[in-house]
């Protein structure tokens, strides 16, 4: 079972998260909403080990804390300081920078701030997973790079991402944009289309066997039409006269497409392309949960609680890669 998800103002998140065990607290509530569970054998009756932090298992004696088995898993960072980051990773609408994640919560090292946000990505990241593309789907693909290089599908040194969003009708009949996706890929070809299409809800279905995604709205380009077709999905052309009218005849997928650019080549100044990925899943994440603004932080704090760590060898394999080289 889920914790419950605050509305958190500044103000409000400033006062209930004053101390370190204000976090710890709030960390058990999300992580146990019904009340402690050990991680090995499911028992619900503990000691409380106040002086090293750990929940001791009545019934096999496991000692686990609250942070074992999550992002937080072996931190020597306080919570505190990770609350303070995560606040404005989840509520800032162009994200933060490496410099300010060390500035707000004063995080000593660079290089701890840099890791700290990678981690919190990776939640964003498996909680997004989760989801699918449904009903008509707006898709496009753009080109992430540095300026001055050959722009659109003849640029050989730019970052191809595709970008798909699902839509849908309000009450009103209006044409509204639901869960968004973003992912770097290889290039545009039809084989790459089809292989995110499958991946993101093509092949999946509801209980009563019908097809979760029906159709996708492009700008026609012909890897679109065939990877449809292949997939046995309806087609749905829109025709680009001038490349300016890409923003207008394909405006939800643009729109996600303009943040994230705004904030990996505003907020980050550029990101190298191995990290391309998490900063795009952070941008979805947001934009996924846009109607529930007040509710991202408990919802941010939730999927932290309910995934693995990641390492900082796994984030620095290749060769030659450090934080402030390219982050």
């Known amino acids: 079972m889920l914790g419950k998800y605050e509305e958190r103002s500044l103000l409000s998140f400033q006062k209930t998260f004053a101390t370190e065990q204000d976090c710890v607290q709030h960390l058990a509530e999300q992580r146990w909403a019904v009340g402690f569970a050990c991680p090995r054998c499911g028992h619900d009756q503990f000691w409380h080990l106040t002086k090293r932090g750990l929940f001791d298992c009545k019934q096999c004696r496991h000692q686990t804390s609250v942070t074992a088995g999550t992002i937080f898993h072996k931190t020597r960072t306080p919570l505190l300081k990770w609350y303070w980051l995560l606040y404005p990773m989840a509520m800032d609408k162009v994200g933060v920078s490496v410099a300010e994640m060390q500035r707000i919560p004063e995080i000593r090292h660079y290089k701890t701030a840099w890791m700290m946000g990678h981690k919190i990505r990776k939640a964003m990241g498996d909680r997004d997973a989760r989801y699918r593309l449904a009903g008509l789907v707006e898709m496009d693909e753009s080109f992430f790079g540095p300026p001055g290089e050959r722009r659109g599908r003849g640029s050989e040194r730019k970052t191809t991402v595709l970008c798909a969003v699902s839509l849908y009708r309000d009450s009103k009949g209006q044409e509204r944009p639901g869960f968004a996706r973003m992912t770097v890929v290889a290039d545009a070809s039809a084989e790459t289309v089809e292989d995110f299409l499958e991946k993101r809800g093509c092949g999946s279905a509801t209980e009563e066997g019908r ?22 999905l309806e087609h749905c052309r829109v025709v680009l006269r001038n490349p300016k009218d890409a923003g207008r005849l394909l405006p939800w997928v643009h729109r996600v497409i303009a943040n994230a650019k705004d904030v990996i080549g505003g ?36 999927a932290c609680v309910s995934t693995q760590t990641v390492t900082y060898t796994n984030l620095i394999q290749r060769q030659g890669f450090t934080p402030g080289k390219g982050d």
């Open 211 to 232: 097809a979760l995604m029906k159709a996708i709205r492009t700008d026609g380009w012909k890897s679109y039409g065939k990877a449809a077709k292949s997939k046995g």
């Open 267 to 302: 907020t980050h100044r550029g990101v190298a392309d191995k990290h391309l990925n998490s900063y795009l899943t952070e941008v979805c994440y947001r934009c996924n949960r846009r109607f529930r603004e007040k509710e991202i932080f408990d919802r941010l704090v939730q």
